[in-house]
């Protein structure tokens, strides 16, 4: 029992330092949190995407993508680049993404890329590093309008610059560690929930069907409303996608995002932050001075 309590106590001791250099890697006082700043606001980033260096995720999900890309070619799936779908969502890409290293240094150096998958899966995701497919069932079945499909797309990209694929990534390394310490141990001082399943931490987890959480998911939508909002899209969208979202699925959660929050709590909050982004829509509407003009 004796000899129990001193590796016990050992064990405590490396992951109070473990925690305590993940808080530090933080850059106190410079999040955008830390900032004043217009738009909607949202957590830190997780201290557990620390835990994974971000080019490590970034070469792996480009190779996925490449295998997608590869995989749907074969099968005559992929659309060409003339196809009036793929120029439309290169379009609606071109213009959210300048606004994207607002949220993420990182992506300023990211190739970002859209490409169209011919299938009916209600289906669409940004895996770290800006790759971006769309299904083409979430177009032809939902009927999406631009406004729709860029509120599509900015929540998928907020996913990608809020790194939520490394923080799970992250907390699955954790708690591999934490199974060599003993599970209960990491879960109470760092709330881990030891259930995670350690093959997200391997670099070849599928970054493109990784299952998000509550707090994620309403990030992602928070982030991706502005992001859009400041392309110029209109955010009251938001509300029309889940309303059609939730007519297709009869009340089912959608196959592109995870079993919650409930469609109902998602437009109630997006609702509630409309005021946040409704003048970085108008700005971004508004005809410059040239354009004026020029008339």
Request: overall charge positive.
């Amino acid at each position: 029992m004796q000899g129990w309590s001193i590796t016990h106590r050992g064990a405590r001791r490396i992951m109070l330092q473990l925690h305590l250099s993940l808080l530090a890697a933080l850059p106190a006082a410079q999040t955008l949190q830390a900032q004043t700043r217009e738009g909607v606001q949202v957590g830190e980033t997780s201290v557990f995407a620390k835990m994974v260096p971000a080019d490590q995720v970034e070469r792996s999900a480009a190779l996925q993508y490449q295998q997608t890309l590869a995989q749907a070619t074969k099968q005559h799936a992929l659309g060409p680049a003339d196809h009036p779908q793929v120029q439309r969502l290169r379009s609606i890409m071109d213009k959210i993404t300048p606004f994207a290293s607002a949220w993420n240094p990182r992506a300023q150096q990211w190739k970002w890329e859209v490409n169209l998958i011919g299938s009916n899966q209600i289906n669409a995701y940004c895996m770290p590093g800006g790759k971006i497919a769309f299904y083409t069932g979430i177009l032809n079945k939902l009927q999406l309008t631009d406004d729709e499909v860029a509120m599509v797309m900015g929540h998928e990209i907020a996913h990608a610059l809020r790194e939520h694929a490394r923080e799970r990534m992250g907390k699955g390394q954790a708690t591999e560690f934490a199974a060599r310490l003993g599970g209960s141990l990491l879960s109470g001082l760092l709330g881990i929930d030891p259930r995670i399943g350690d093959a997200v931490a391997q670099t070849g987890a599928n970054l493109a069907s990784l299952k998000f959480g509550r707090e994620d998911e309403s990030e992602a939508d928070l982030v991706g409303m502005e992001l859009a909002a400041r392309a110029g899209y209109d955010p009251r969208a938001g509300v029309s996608l889940w309303q059609k979202m939730a007519a297709n699925n009869k009340g089912a959660p959608p196959e592109w995002l995870s079993t919650h929050p409930s469609g109902n709590s998602r437009i109630a909050d997006i609702e509630a932050n409309l005021a946040k982004v409704m003048p970085l829509y108008e700005r971004a509407k508004k005809p410059a001075a040239s354009d004026l003009s020029s008339q």
